[in-house]
């Protein structure tokens, strides 16, 4: 980060491109939020200030804003602006602070590995990804699961990453139950065995998580959940009516009452599970009411997912954009005092507060790999129908790590970050947006390049949200003394 060690009082300033600003009132006055929005400074200005600051929109140095206003304390205001790169000298094309990101950004190879353990499901939720195919009922073979895990163990060995989640997915993963014990059973004798062998360090934390929809979950899988140290995430929509809208079995009856009984068995046995609850336009305008519903189920984690856009041009998908960011925001700040995590609005925030720039929402665009029910591997599970991105084959001999190191696919996913595209350059959420899901981009604009269009506009909200929110903490914590 470069200081400008010329002497800043003759030196010509200007505004950095990358500052956004915001107005705020607070007891009647009025404020300017300023935020740096690649390097995430933020300073709030008074009226006399912001005018000052507003001098520099054409190049100006300090003398000549001094001869004008005069006095320390606008030397000082101008000082920090420029500290803190409101203010840039005018040669600085702040072509810096873009490659900083960039070469801070220690992007994972691995870490996160899906295993889509079958295609066949006992749902026919409407709104899922992986349309039902009559003809592809594939189970991955016992074979596949052993190769899969002894080379997802062996790339955790060769990347020397220190936490390894393996994630068994579906379909409904629990529809290829002897597929799943299996794997669960050799995932933990694999880790006894190498870490005994001291080739995997015994501070590498290798955990298993299972998406499931909870139907066919018995007392058999609770405790063999437990004793393997399974997380389990179950997907519920809200009230039994709400969840039944869309979540059904084949012949159309609602899966709520089954979902439930899963739940319980697992929670009975101490197991953490999350849930995961689609944010649609049947429960979109209740999203209060369903995080009441969830929390007195028993849920301290709530995920919730952002619908996939069809067609951006319809204007009901505005529509429910806005509203799901404005849901999603109302539900956050109500229950972020009580220790209830709302995702993926706590990953946003967090990123606003502690200034880490969120290189991608999605384990995809860094540390994730998927395999197929057939031993095909690609980066995310939703193309698991796509032959083209999943085009590896995972066998004894091959090198799961090499791939995921050299391939072009690969390395085209780890770069997909705001801060490598265009149309995110002039946007004030590039930092703590991570860009959403690259699947939803592609599937309404035929490019994972492209915007998602609902995390976009779910992203933006946040971020203006945060910058209010910690306007006001501060205010009120210290009041006038952190005004510029
Ligand atoms: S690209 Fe989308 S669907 Fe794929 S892993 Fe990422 S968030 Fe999930
Ligand atoms: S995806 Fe949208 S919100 Fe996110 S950085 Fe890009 S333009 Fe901004």
Redesign the pocket.
Known sequence: MPRFNENITEMPLKHSKYVYKLRQEYNGKKYTILYERLLMNIMFLDEESIKIYDEFKAPLTMKDVAKEVGGDEVESLIKTLTNQYFLVPVYDNEQWKVDEIVSNSHVPKVGVSYLVVTRICNLRCKYCFLSYSKENRTTMSIATAKNSIDQIMEATIESGVMNQKIILYGGEPFAAQRTVLFTVEYIRQKEKELKERKRLSRDVKVKIAIISNGTLIDEYIARFCKVNNVTMSISIDGSKELHDRNRVYVNGRGTYDDALRGLKLLQQEGIEVTASTTVTKSNVDSLEEVTEHLVSLGFSKIGYNILMAENIADPEIKQLSEKTATALLGVYEKYRNRNILIHPVVKQIKSLYYKNFQWSDCAACSAQLTISPEGKMGVCQAFVNDTNQFRYSVTENSNLFSIVEESPLFKEWRKRS?IN?D??ME?E??AI?G??CPYNAYYSTGSIWN??YM??SY??SIVKWGLRDIFQRVMQREGANSIA
Do not use: H
């Open positions: 705001p595209m149309k995110c946007c959420a590039i947006c860009g959403g915007i998602d995390f976009c992203a933006k």
